[in-house]
T-cell receptor, first 112, second 116 residues
Framework: AQSVTQLGSHVSVSEGALVLLRCNYS??????LFWYVQYPNQGLQLLLK??????LVKGINGFEAEFKKSETSFHLTKPSAHMSDAAEYFC??????????FGTGTSLTVIP | GAVVSQHPSWVICKSGTSVKIECRSL??????MFWYRQFPKQSLMLMAT?????????EQGVEKDKFLINHASLTLSTLTVTSAHPEDSSFYIC????????????FGDGTRLSIL
């Protein structure tokens, strides 16, 4: 079975500060992990994904995530927050049938 | 551009009516599509897996008679909310892909359903 836990339903950072959104997973098969961003009343936009290979994954808008098998983690980071980063972020793990299991989401607020 | 098209994007209708939502894969054939539901300020929950040419597989707790899924072709899946009531109001999102993890699942832009 697959599941994802996102620690922290709300995260606030100052503009220009480091963004760190936490995600831990559980998977009975080698995990395929994803981070999505959702703006109000919109669908999901893929930020980045990990399937195999390099454990440090770079995505769009300056985001990156590192797959750490020993910690069963896939935390999302960005060195410097921008006002436009304010949104809801979802971590997800793909099931064996390609269905997705999402975390509960983290709402990111960027303080000017 | 979008590779999964979802229509309509917003529906408002009276209680008791049935509402059909379409999910189309634009650039590829999808033997499997997925339907998710998202309540306000909450995460996406998988409702069902839509299988082309066969019956959909529903997650536990999802009423199959309430949420009818039809996947009649390799590019189209439909979700029909039958006899909708206010508690069915939600954001419904579909997704489609080809291989597990080989490329990201493509999500539609979602349908916001409001039942009066």
């Amino acid at each position: 079975a697959q599941s994802v836990t996102q620690l922290g339903s709300h995260v606030s950072v100052s503009e220009g500060a480091l963004v760190l959104l936490r995600c831990n997973y559980s998977s009975s098969v080698p995990p395929y992990l994803f981070w999505y961003v959702q703006y109000p009343n919109q669908g999901l936009q893929l930020l980045l994904k990990y399937t195999t290979g390099a454990t440090l994954v770079k995505g769009i808008n300056g985001f990156e995530a590192e797959f750490k098998k020993s910690e069963t983690s896939f935390h999302l980071t960005k060195p410097s927050a921008h006002m436009s980063d304010a949104a809801e972020y979802f971590c997800a793990v793909a099931g064996t049938g390609n269905q997705f299991y999402f975390g509960t989401g983290t709402s990111l607020t960027v303080i000017p | 551009g979008a590779v999964v098209s979802q229509h309509p994007s917003w529906v408002i209708c009276k209680s008791g009516t049935s509402v059909k939502i379409e999910c189309r894969s634009l650039d590829f054939q999808a033997t499997t599509m997925f339907w998710y539901r998202q309540f306000p300020k909450q995460s996406l929950m998988l409702m069902a897996t839509s299988n082309e040419g066969s019956k959909a597989t529903y997650e536990q707790g999802v009423e199959k008679d309430k949420f009818l899924i039809n996947h009649a072709s390799l590019t189209l899946s439909t979700l029909t909310v039958t006899s909708a009531h206010p508690e069915d109001s939600s954001f419904y999102i579909c997704s489609a892909g080809i291989h597990r993890g080989s490329q990201p699942q493509h999500f539609g832009d979602g349908t916001r359903l409001s039942i009066l």
